[in-house]
């Protein structure tokens, strides 16, 4: 880990143009470049900071291993990740919630439901819990193509603005959980450089202040 370095594990895609916002509100001097680069390790200028780019759902596992001592993470991710890190702030950015969705009446004709998910353990802790066994079929991204093309009985994914599943025909069964990105710290960097870590997650805390405010 390094020194009096603070690494900060950033989600690229979706989630990177919300999170460098709330940095920025939260005090810290990103570049205007920080949004265009194709560098992965981005290092600023003004402050002892360093700036990893990964993807999503690996942010948790830099933070975990000490790579980043802190990083920002969907709930979703750190859920089925299980990953041993510290959430401190929910930064109310990137909202969505976890679904059971499928085709409007359909029944399954196969003896345990067939369902398809990039989150296996979200999805079998859920029918865990409901004690109903089913069969995971995991997969990486298009997660609604399989009720309609019959691969699944019915899949556990996020819905956001509920298109994706208008679009193809489909409804929510249930819902699982609202989602939103936090803000994640490693046990060790915590231990080791608690007073700056917790000047962060206070700057962190007052600019999202803003984005809690109709929160679904
Ligand atoms: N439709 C959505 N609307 C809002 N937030 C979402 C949505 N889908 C996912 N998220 C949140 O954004 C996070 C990142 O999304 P996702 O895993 O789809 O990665 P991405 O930004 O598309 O990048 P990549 O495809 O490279 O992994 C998720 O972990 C989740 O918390
Ligand atoms: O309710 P909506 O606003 O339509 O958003 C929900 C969609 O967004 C995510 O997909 P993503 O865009 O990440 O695509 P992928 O799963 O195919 O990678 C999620 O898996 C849903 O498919």
């Known amino acids: 880990m390094s020194g009096s370095v603070i690494t900060v594990a950033m989600p690229k895609g979706r989630i990177f143009g919300d999170a460098c916002r709330l940095l920025r509100d939260a005090g810290f001097s990103l570049p205007v470049t920080f949004e265009t680069t194709r560098k992965l390790i981005l290092d600023l200028d003004t402050a002892p900071f360093r700036f990893i780019l990964a993807k999503p759902v690996d942010v948790p596992t830099y933070v975990e291993y000490g790579a980043a001592d802190i990083g920002i993470a969907g709930k979703d991710v750190l859920l089925e990740s299980g990953r041993d890190v510290y959430e401190m702030v929910d930064l109310g950015i990137s909202r969505c919630h976890m679904a059971v969705a499928g085709l409007p009446g359909h029944r ?7 369902i398809a998910t990039k989150y ?8 865990r819990r409901r004690g109903e066994q089913i ?6 991204g298009s997660i609604e193509l399989a009720p309609i093309v019959g691969l699944a009985d019915a899949i556990v994914d996020i819905v956001s603005t509920g298109t994706t599943l208008r679009e193809n025909g489909l409804v929510e069964f249930d819902r699982l959980m609202d ?23 206070e ?6 202040e803003g984005t809690k405010v109709g929160m679904d």
């Not at 399954?108 to 067939?114: A, E, G, H, I, R």
């Not at 296996?120 to 029918?127: K, R, V």
């Not at 069969?135 to 990486?140: H, S, V």
Request: hydrophobic share 40%; charged share 25%; no cysteine.
């Open 135 to 140: 069969d995971l079929i995991a997969l990486n």
């Open 120 to 127: 296996p353990n979200i999805a079998s802790d859920f029918y």
């Open 203 to 208: 700057k962190m805390i007052r600019a999202t």
């Open 108 to 114: 399954s004709k196969n003896p345990y439901l067939k």
């Open 179 to 201: 989602i939103s990105s936090r803000l994640i710290v490693n046990p060790v960097s915590y231990r080791l450089k608690k007073p700056v870590i917790d000047e962060i997650v």
